[in-house]
């Protein structure tokens, strides 16, 4: 039973709520059954802030997933008999692939509800060999088609703020380990990096997800909370067993990692540098409730120079890591037609394209690729997503 369970989030309950679901233990008894009305209590209150734990199934982020899988699988026509077995093989407490492999959205939805329940847990068992699993889950997704999960990940990320922490930590771990290949860090170094970009804001998750979906700006109180999250983190992070010191310094630092060269920097430090603007290209493509998200050239250009103003040696090695136009942004062409990048390109500032609307102003029945290099379908403007007015067929795009 107890490896079927995910930890709720806190604040899910309230004293008075009829339960729509079983609630139990970290170690799988049963405390409140379905149905029964919480009565006001310390018990209660306690698990409101955390610590009580239910049936994967019974969750409605897993029926969500669990139907995205299932509609995935007849749109690719997958017999009946193996879309079965992969039903009955769904279960959020394993990143193992089944039967039918999962199509990438899915398996990004997979992967995110994995990452919010394990860096939301108070006291979690095994929790290196599981983050682990995240992380080489994530990154075998990337290495397989790394532009298509480019694009994915951060067209999506460009789209809502629900679930911002996780998804940030997500996105931050495909850009460190592309970056990380750019630069050619060792392999001890990479794996840190790794480690620090899922776990960065490990037991800030709540709070950042709460400043992401309020629509004014951080209050003093939460900016003084969020100070000194770095160093929260790899105290966490050493009490759940992270012992590389390389991995907790990068977090400890990660938001205190000045401007200047790398190559005079500690391990920690240096990482911990890459790990800042890292953290800032991304959040800069990512919306709150409060204001939308950057274009990809916008954020591009936030990370390229550092906080005096002068060419920032890590925000360079990123810009020729993803290009100036990251798979997943919006642009304008020089021919009138808007699309979507899917593919990193020759050079930073020329990739390709999929032309969703035409010159006329009209969506495209289906995307078409078009190459920047050409005068004629050259970049004209990079666009902040808000400003595309269309649905986007990810699974065609996905195709290309």
């Known amino acids: 039973m107890a490896s079927d369970l995910i930890p709720l989030p806190a604040r899910t309950l309230r004293p008075g709520m009829t339960l729509p679901y079983d609630l139990f233990d970290a170690g799988g008894k049963l405390l409140f059954a379905r149905g029964q009305v919480l009565r006001d209590s310390p ?35 997958v017999p009946l008999s193996d879309i079965a077995k992969a039903d009955a093989s769904f279960r959020l407490d394993t990143l193992a692939p089944g039967k039918v492999e999962p199509g990438p959205r899915e398996a990004w939805s997979d992967l995110l509800l994995h990452a919010h329940a394990l860096l939301r847990e108070a006291a979690p068992a095994d929790f290196a060999v599981r983050l682990a699993a995240l992380r080489d889950a994530a990154l075998k997704r990337l290495h397989g088609h790394p532009d298509a999960t480019l694009m994915l990940l951060v067209f999506e990320s460009s789209q809502e703020f629900g679930d911002y922490s996780s998804r940030h930590a997500l996105l931050t771990l495909l850009l460190c380990d592309l970056i990380a290949g750019q630069l050619q860090l060792a392999p001890e170094l990479r794996t840190a990096l790794q480690g620090a970009a899922l776990t960065m804001n490990y037991g800030a998750g709540e709070a950042h997800d709460r400043m992401a979906s309020q629509t004014g700006p951080a209050t003093p109180a939460q900016r003084q909370a969020m100070a000194a999250h770095g160093d929260r983190a790899a105290q966490r992070l050493a009490q759940a067993g992270i012992t590389d010191p390389v991995w907790l310094t990068a977090v400890r630092l990660h938001h205190e990692a000045g401007p200047g060269p790398l190559a005079a920097r500690s391990d920690g430090e240096r990482l911990a540098r890459l790990l800042r603007r890292i953290d800032i290209f991304g959040a800069r493509l990512s919306p709150r409730r409060s204001r939308q998200a950057m274009s990809g050239a916008a954020a591009a250009r936030a990370v390229f120079l550092d906080e005096l103003g002068q060419p920032d040696e890590a925000g360079a090695a990123l810009i020729k890591t993803v290009g100036l136009y990251p798979p997943g942004s919006i642009v304008r062409l020089a021919n009138g037609e808007v699309g979507i990048v899917f593919k990193r390109g020759f050079s930073a500032n020329e990739p390709l394209v999929a032309a969703l609307i035409g010159k006329s102003g009209s969506p495209l029945s289906n995307p078409v690729p078009r190459d920047t290099r050409l005068a004629t379908q050259a970049i004209a403007a990079s666009l902040a997503p808000a400003e595309l007015k269309l649905h986007v067929n990810l699974d065609a795009l996905l195709r290309l």
């Open 43 to 77: 018990l209660v209150r306690q698990l409101a802030e955390g610590g009580a734990w239910v049936q994967s199934e019974d969750t409605l982020e897993y029926q969500r997933a669990r139907a995205h899988r299932l509609d995935t699988l007849v749109l690719q026509d």
